[in-house]
């Protein structure tokens, strides 16, 4: 069967435009979970095979929090490579305000990008698949790392566009990390025009995230 750009996307889908149709506000998280160690890693897993690496860099220069995100993936068939993904986004922070975005994303071959800087009355955000427009003044970028993105309309960090999406909390339980360690986590369901769940320990620090790919494959992002 041929694997295709088309018939399989890793990463969130960019369907659909406009205002999220639903919205369900779920609590306040004002602490950012920065790690000790300044960075997080991920393992991207597909069908049980290690298909890539996330990675989130945090510098703190002052009242300003960097975040540099790397996220490479490339899954193949026998020793043939029939998908690629190349992303690399910089989120910076204000104190606990997310002030700007920039992104940039090879999908299999397509080029995609946004950026999203803070006006006086929301995000100003550009992109690949959208007008210029100014998303909610707490509108998230979809990198996950945050749990504030679980109480957030999200802005797609592909190409730009406000998804059209809703999250509920679906109470806790014990997920896997990358070293086959289980921690106690939070669940977060986002669904809409993707499908992904979410985990966050107790301290709010990122554990995990499953994504549900158009091919219907099940993609894992297991911390390391």
Same mark, same amino acid.
């Given at each position: ?10 990463t969130?889908a ?6 999220p149709?639903?919205?369900r506000?779920?609590?306040?998280h004002a ?7 300044g960075s997080i890693?991920c393992r991207?897993?597909?069908?049980g ?10 510098e ?12 490479d993936?490339?899954?193949k068939?026998g020793p043939i ?6 992303h ?6 204000? $104190? *606990?305000?997310?002030?700007? !975005?920039?992104?940039?994303?090879? @999908? ?7 950026? =999203? %800087?803070?006006g006086?009355?929301g995000l100003?955000v ?5 007008e210029?427009?100014?998303a ?5 970028g979809?990198?996950?790392?945050n ?7 999200l802005i ?9 999406v ?25 669904? $809409? *025009?993707?499908?992904?769940? !979410?985990?966050?320990?107790?301290? @709010?620090a990122f ?5 549900? =790919? %158009?091919?219907?494959?099940?993609v ?5």
């Open positions: 069967m041929m694997l295709t750009r088309r018939s399989f996307a890793l969130t960019t369907a659909g435009m406009g205002l149709l639903v919205f506000p779920i609590t306040a602490a950012l979970a920065v790690p000790a160690s890693g991207v897993m597909r069908k095979e290690d298909i890539g690496l996330a990675e989130y860099k945090f703190r220069h002052g009242d300003t929090l960097a975040v540099h995100i790397a996220i993936l490339v899954v068939i490579a029939v998908f690629r993904y190349k690399r986004n910089l989120e910076t922070w204000q $104190g *606990e305000t997310l002030v700007g !975005l920039d992104a940039q994303t090879d @999908d299999d071959g397509t080029p995609k990008f946004m950026s =999203a %800087k803070r006086p009355s100003l550009t992109g690949s698949k959208t210029p427009y100014t909610p003044a707490n509108a998230f979809t990198t996950y790392w749990i504030g993105c679980v109480s957030a309309p797609n960090t592909e190409d730009g566009h406000l998804m059209d809703h999250t509920t909390p679906s109470g806790e339980s014990e997920v896997p990390l990358a070293s086959g360690a289980q921690v106690k986590a939070k669940q977060y369901d986002i669904r $809409g *025009e993707v499908r992904i769940d !979410l985990w966050y320990e107790a301290s @709010d554990a995990s995230m499953r994504y549900y =790919a %158009k091919d219907g494959s099940v894992t992002y297991a911390r390391l």
